[in-house]
């Protein structure tokens, strides 16, 4: 496996130089063979065509007749080679050291060895005579070859100012990003305030546009975890000045004092201990109930279970009933929460199944039917119900306690909050940390007087999973 960590990337801007500069390569030795073979063959038709105006006009210009002498010849290169046959067949005019065989050749176009050189030959036939004219293939190809290579010369020569063309446009292109990254760079690391969109292309706005949103969420988590560690420390200092206070007291106690004295103090100190750690306990779960890592993951139920409501209600309600009992409370569970498998064996309800997790959702129930229990005077009673509501879960929660002002139930939410006619003691974590919890699973919560039982009624709305997750 490779390990990613000691694999160097390169930059945005190497890569595109990289391309983008291949390419220009690419194009430009593309470029210049076509051009090349172009020439060449262009070349050689012009060759060719030289060929034939020659002939014509050796055809056109002089007849080979009887008499004493030979006619004059157009002057020409010393690769090309001429010969001229009268009517009769014989030759009147044969280049000096040609090398061509002293013979009639194909008319038209033809090619031919002689004394190991290769010859492109033409001949034309008139009806005064027979005219061969021949060209050197090796000095032919050297001219071809040389005049190819000039029209392939302007792309060698284009191709590296077309380079640095895209090596300028690249490096101003990406001008603003690394305008971007030097001033990130150059941010102290409490500095979370908006970059500026100022210059950037339309391309890189929408990616600072959500690093903005993501100095904002930080900000505000930074914000609420500043609060929350003042609160924590002013709300602990007062349960651990009391736990030494009630130490000190107990220490000094006389060693002749009753049993019953010491019993008192000991008692005293216990119930403050656990008191204690229950805060520390609330403490510790708001702070991963407000742990922003998995909000999104669990709103969409990207990385979600798929759970049982219904069982998840039970087994906080289970934990919850030794100490209604105990407080004087009737807990009591409706159909749509109550064991599918009950004593008759019929089937109650149909299993509500949500995404989310599982130890999450038991605790923002317990909280709910602790809070219900805590604020329920003696003789009570709690009810907790579950029914679906077309793609929803609804659960509730009410008792038959003194409820919440209307004016109040828009700050019991908060930490540390308590209601100014809160007849129980508390820390005022519990509903914060239910707010949390539904929070990250994207639910719904609101407050109201329950109708039957006259307290205080909590309902909490949840998406249920799609059919093609309970398959």
Request: glycine residues 8%; neutral net charge; aromatic residues 4%.
């Amino acid at each position: 496996m490779i390990d990613h960590a000691i694999v160097p990337s390169r930059s945005l801007r190497a890569r595109l130089l990289l391309f983008l500069l291949g390419a220009v390569v690419l194009f430009a030795a593309a470029q210049g063979v076509i051009a090349y073979r172009s020439a060449l063959q262009q070349v050689d038709q012009m060759f060719d065509y030289q060929l034939q105006q020659m002939a014509a006009s050796m055809g056109t210009g002089f007849v080979i007749g009887p008499g004493p002498g030979i006619p004059e010849v157009p002057q020409t290169d010393d690769d090309i080679l001429i010969q001229i046959w009268g009517q009769d067949g014989a030759q009147v005019f044969r280049s000096p050291s040609s090398a061509l065989p002293r013979m009639r050749a194909l008319l038209g176009f033809s090619d031919l060895m002689a004394n190991g050189r290769s010859y492109r030959v033409y001949t034309l036939q008139t009806p005064q005579q027979v005219i061969q004219i021949a060209q050197d293939r090796s000095a032919r190809t050297a001219r071809a070859r040389a005049l190819a290579a000039r029209a392939a010369l302007p792309v060698a020569l284009f191709a590296p100012l077309l380079m640095l063309v895209v090596w300028w446009v690249v490096s101003r292109a990406l001008a603003p990003v690394e305008r971007m990254r030097a001033q990130v760079a150059a941010r102290a690391a409490a500095d979370l305030s908006p970059l500026s969109l100022t210059g950037l292309p339309s391309e890189v706005r929408p990616l600072v546009g959500e690093l903005n949103a993501l100095f904002g969420r930080v900000g505000q988590a930074f914000d609420a975890q500043k609060n929350f560690v003042a609160d924590a420390a002013h709300e602990l200092r007062t349960p651990l000045a009391a736990l030494k206070l009630q130490a000190q007291a107990l220490r000094r106690l006389p060693t002749s004092a009753d049993g019953g004295t010491q019993e008192i103090a000991v008692t005293r100190l216990n119930q403050g201990i656990d008191r204690a750690v229950r805060l520390v306990e609330q403490l510790l779960s708001l702070a991963r109930a407000e742990a922003s890592g998995d909000v999104t993951a669990l709103a969409n139920g990207t990385k979600a279970n798929r759970i049982d409501l219904g069982l998840v209600v039970r087994l906080a309600a289970a934990d919850a009933l030794p100490r209604a009992q105990n407080a004087g409370i009737a807990l009591g569970l409706g159909d749509g929460a109550a064991d599918p498998d009950n004593e008759t064996g019929a089937d109650v309800h149909k299993p509500i199944q949500v995404r989310g997790d599982a130890e999450a959702l038991r605790a923002l129930v317990a909280n709910l039917l602790d809070n219900a229990i805590k604020y329920t005077p003696a003789p009570g009673q709690v009810e907790v119900d579950l029914s679906l509501d077309l793609n929803c879960a609804v659960l509730t929660v009410e008792d038959s306690g003194p409820g919440i002002a209307p004016a109040e139930r828009g700050r019991v939410f908060d930490r540390f909050f308590r209601a100014s006619d809160a007849s129980a003691s508390g820390s005022g974590l519990g509903l914060a940390i239910v707010k949390a919890i539904a929070d990250r699973h994207g639910a719904a919560l609101s407050l109201s007087e329950s109708p039957s039982l006259g307290g205080l009624r909590v309902e909490l709305r949840m998406a249920t999973a799609p059919e093609r997750l309970l398959s």
